[in-house]
Nanobody, 123 residues
């Protein structure tokens, strides 16, 4: 059974940092891409960062480029999202997702999602 478990969300003031973690299990980690998606109230879910586990290639949405960093620890089957210089518009529920590939992820595609972790950025 595919499982994706997020942790690390919380509340922070604008300009602060948070690190999200996604622990993956139930599949061959290196065969897939992993993405971080977010959904703010009243908005559609969007991919903010993706990583190809095999190649290490990454994708970032323009809105987070230069502020967020995605990385994987293949020995732990875990993907991280380091978020810095947070803005109130980053407030959302953040989901870890498994995707067929980096390209599939960056176009918003995913096969499984975790339950999400909330991030609130206050001004």
């Amino acid at each position: 059974e595919v499982q994706l478990v997020e942790s690390g969300g919380g509340s922070v003031q604008a300009g602060g940092s948070l690190r999200l973690s996604c622990a993956a299990s139930g599949f061959t980690f290196a065969d897939y891409g992993i993405g971080w998606f977010r959904q703010a109230p009243g908005k559609a879910r969007e991919a903010v960062a993706c990583i190809s586990i095999e190649s290490g290639g990454t994708y970032y949405a323009d809105s987070v480029k230069g502020r967020f960093t995605i990385a994987s620890d293949n020995a732990k089957n875990t993907v991280y999202l380091q978020m810095s210089s947070l803005k109130p518009e980053d407030t959302a529920v953040y989901y870890c997702a498994r995707s067929f590939s980096l390209l599939y992820c960056r176009t918003g595609g995913a096969t499984h999602y975790g339950k999400g972790t909330p991030v609130t950025v206050s001004s």
